[in-house]
């Protein structure tokens, strides 16, 4: 399968983006894990949610996804599954549930598809193993598929995340809910904070002073949550009104979560035109409206402690910048290599196809931007992000690009396609 796209008019459209991913997989795990119901509205039914919702249905969790996008969870005590959990494609999935099913007293096999096979998972298996998880991997503990013995477990004291990864704090924090003591846990720079805002939503025992969360066992209580519009996925049609000219997008109930954001921040240095409206909080989530206009882009240096609060809009960011007057550096984004795909490397090959000239380095790109891009055959490499990332690209570019494999991106984005007038083979 792939799809074409061509340069094209002014995109002038007003849409709903689909619903958080995050916010999505987090709002499944603590309504499985909840006394009594949780209603769980506007939930993304992508593949990456699909996989933690089946798998909390092995897990013997009774849940229902309705037509219209309700979800209602009947929480309680987890179950043993009498067969492998598969995670697909989701890291999300694989390392919330590696934290969580840590401190169950039953057996579990977490497995995935390739690509989620062969992305390292040490990272949560070590911290886990000091609270005396019993997790086994291939390759010497590092990779999945994932067995995990269910075990007591002991609150972790003081523990310094080696990288601001969201991830990684969300399966511990989930672990911390099932050990004796109180778990600490030290941000180096801030990440992704939905964890704890739903923890608390739920009534869980957590605390944040500063970079330290400290949380211990305790029951949480069913709730209802509102699922915003994912600002990752708005950030493709944000960067796409951006550098076509005459563009006016708006984009309603985006998620506007402050450790999210982060690309608006770099944007509106860039000298990006966007105006956020209608502010409101849905539950402990910000969320409103956004409104992009066309505009004239100049290059920027991202690195340092924003980068963990747009670190899946890097993407969007880059093919943005090959558009903007002069040069876009981007560094202290390593995290970028063991993604979905090694990003870095996935876009300087690829926008380098499209005519941009990129700079690769171990930890980043260097993008020279103001160069006139022509239309190539790109590949995805199965990664959702670079196939956005491409399509926003290839609307800049002269002539025909086709992009391989594009169905990926209904892992976060099921509806993408339709806003790029595309033609699939």
Not at 37 to 65: F, M, P
Not at 139 to 152: A, D, E, R
Not at 384 to 393: D, E, G, P, Q, S
Request: charged share 20%.
């Amino acid at each position: 399968m792939r799809v074409q796209l061509e340069q094209r008019g002014p995109l002038r459209f007003e849409t709903r983006v689909p619903s958080d991913k995050s916010i999505t997989h987090r709002a499944l795990i603590l309504g499985a894990i909840s006394r009594g119901e949780t209603i769980v509205r506007h939930g993304l039914s992508s593949r990456d949610c699909l996989a933690t919702y089946q798998i909390l249905g092995q897990l013997g969790v009774k849940l229902n996804w309705q037509p219209d996008h309700t979800i209602r969870i009947m929480g309680g005590r987890l179950q043993e599954s009498a067969t492998v959990l598969d995670c697909q494609n989701s890291g999300t999935t694989m390392r919330l549930l590696a934290g969580l099913l840590a401190g169950q007293n039953f057996y579990s096999v977490l497995t995935g598809d390739a690509s989620l096979n062969s992305r390292p998972m040490a990272r949560i298996m070590e911290p886990l193993g000091a609270m005396g998880g019993q997790l086994y991997g291939r390759g010497g503990n590092k990779y999945p598929p994932l067995t995990i013995v269910g075990s007591s477990l002991w609150a972790l004291d003081s523990y310094l995340l080696p990288v601001a990864s969201a991830q990684l704090k969300s399966a511990l924090l989930l672990a911390g809910l099932f050990a004796r003591g109180t778990t600490t846990i030290i941000e180096p720079a801030q990440s992704r904070d939905h964890t704890e805002r739903m923890l608390l939503d739920f009534g869980a025992p957590l605390s944040k002073e500063g970079d330290t969360l400290q949380i211990h066992s305790g029951e949480l209580v069913g709730r209802e949550v509102k699922v915003p519009g994912d600002f990752s996925s708005a950030a493709f049609l944000i960067a796409s009104a951006l550098i076509v000219p005459g563009s006016q997008v708006l984009l309603r109930d985006v998620g506007l979560n402050p450790t999210r954001i982060g690309l608006l921040t770099v944007l509106k240095k860039m000298g990006a035109k966007i105006q956020i409206q209608n502010r409101r909080n849905w539950g402990s989530e910000p969320v409103g409206d956004i409104f992009v206009q066309a505009s004239q882009l100049s290059g920027t240096e991202v690195c340092g402690k924003i980068v963990p609060l747009l670190i899946d809009e890097l993407p969007a960011l880059a093919a943005v910048a090959t558009q903007a007057q002069g040069t876009t550096i981007i560094r202290d984004a390593g995290e970028l290599r063991v993604k979905e795909s090694d990003r870095i490397g996935a876009l300087c090959r690829e926008l380098g196809r499209l005519g941009a000239q990129v700079e690769e380095f171990p930890d980043g790109l260097v993008i020279h931007g103001g160069r006139p891009l022509v239309g190539a055959q790109v590949e995805s490499y199965g990664d959702h992000r670079i196939a956005m990332a491409m399509a926003v690209a290839g609307l800049a570019a002269q002539g025909t690009t086709e992009i391989l494999d594009p169905l990926c991106v209904e892992i976060s984005f099921p509806n993408f396609w339709q806003f790029f007038g595309k033609n699939r083979k």
